[in-house]
T-cell receptor
Framework: QQQVKQSPQSLIVQKGGISIINCAYE??????FPWYQQFPGKGPALLIA?????SEKKEGRFTISFNKSAKQFSLHIMDSQPGDSATYFC????????????FGTGTRLQVFP | DGGITQSPKYLFRKEGQNVTLSCEQN?????MYWYRQDPGQGLRLIYY???????QKGDIAEGYSVSREKKESFPLTVTSAQKNPTAFYLC??????????FGDGTRLSIL
C-alpha cells in the first residue's frame, strides 16, 4: 500500500513532442505528490508538485494532471527539448510527514533533436 | 548560497572496510535523510533524523550506521556488514512544510 508505481521505465521523444510519465498509488492518505528531475551525476531537484484539491497544475512546459478517484497522477512535458533529457521520479507523501516520502522507480527520458 | 554538500563525489571501498560518507547542510533544516539509489529501483530510504541526537531506520538500514551530533551534519557509515554497497548515495534535508532538497550524491564502488 506504500508503493508508488511509475511507468514507463524509459521514454524516447522527438524534440517538440509531448512526454508523458504516469504514476499510480494505493494509499489514500497521500496528499502531496512531487515530481523530481535528476541529471546524471546530480541529485534530484524538485520540478513541480501538486496536492489533491486541484486536478491540474502547470508551470511553464510542465503540467501535472491528477485523478483522485483513479489514484493516478501524471507529468506532461510539452514541446520537449533535448535539455529535458533526464530521469524523472514521481513521489508521494502525507503532508508534513516528509520522512515518509515514497518514490517511484524513475523514468529515463531522452529527447532527440 | 544555501545547499547540501556531499563528499567525496566518488569513493572506493576495500573488502571488510568501513567507509564514511559526509553530508553537510547550511539550510538550517532540522530533518536529514540518506537514500540509496540503484538503477531501476528509485530511491530507497536508509536512515533519517528529525532532530539532533536522534535518528530512525528507514527501509534498508542493515549494514549502515549514522550519527547526528550537529544540526548541519549527518554522516553515513557503510559498514563491512553491507554486502552489496555499490550504489549512488544521496543525502537530503527538509524544513517544515518544505520539499526535500538533495545533495549531488556520492558514488561508492568496491575495489
Amino acid at each position: 500500500q506504500q508503493q508508488v508505481k511509475q511507468s514507463p521505465q524509459s521514454l524516447i521523444v522527438q524534440k517538440g513532442g509531448i512526454s508523458i510519465i504516469n504514476c499510480a498509488y494505493e494509499n489514500t492518505a497521500f496528499d502531496y505528490f512531487p515530481w523530481y528531475q535528476q541529471f546524471p551525476g546530480k541529485g534530484p531537484a524538485l520540478l513541480i508538485a501538486i496536492r489533491p484539491d486541484v486536478s491540474e497544475k502547470k508551470e511553464g512546459r510542465f503540467t501535472i494532471s491528477f485523478n483522485k478517484s483513479a489514484k493516478q497522477f501524471s507529468l506532461h512535458i510539452m514541446d520537449s527539448q533535448p535539455g529535458d533529457s533526464a530521469t524523472y521520479f514521481c513521489a508521494a507523501s502525507i503532508e508534513y510527514n516528509t520522512d515518509k516520502l515514497i518514490f517511484g522507480t524513475g523514468t529515463r527520458l531522452q529527447v532527440f533533436p | 548560497d544555501g545547499g547540501i554538500t556531499q563528499s567525496p563525489k566518488y569513493l572506493f571501498r576495500k573488502e571488510g572496510q568501513n567507509v564514511t560518507l559526509s553530508c553537510e547542510q547550511n539550510l538550517n533544516h532540522d530533518a536529514m535523510y540518506w537514500y540509496r539509489q540503484d538503477p531501476g529501483q528509485g530511491l530507497r530510504l536508509i536512515y533519517y533524523s528529525q532532530i539532533v541526537n536522534d535518528f530512525q531506520k528507514g527501509d534498508i538500514a542493515e549494514g549502515y550506521s549514522v550519527s547526528r551530533e550537529k544540526k548541519e551534519s549527518f554522516p553515513l557509515t557503510v559498514t563491512s556488514a553491507q554486502k552489496n554497497p555499490t550504489a549512488f548515495y544521496l543525502c537530503a534535508s527538509t524544513g517544515p512544510a518544505e520539499p526535500q532538497h538533495f545533495g549531488d550524491g556520492t558514488r561508492l564502488s568496491i575495489l
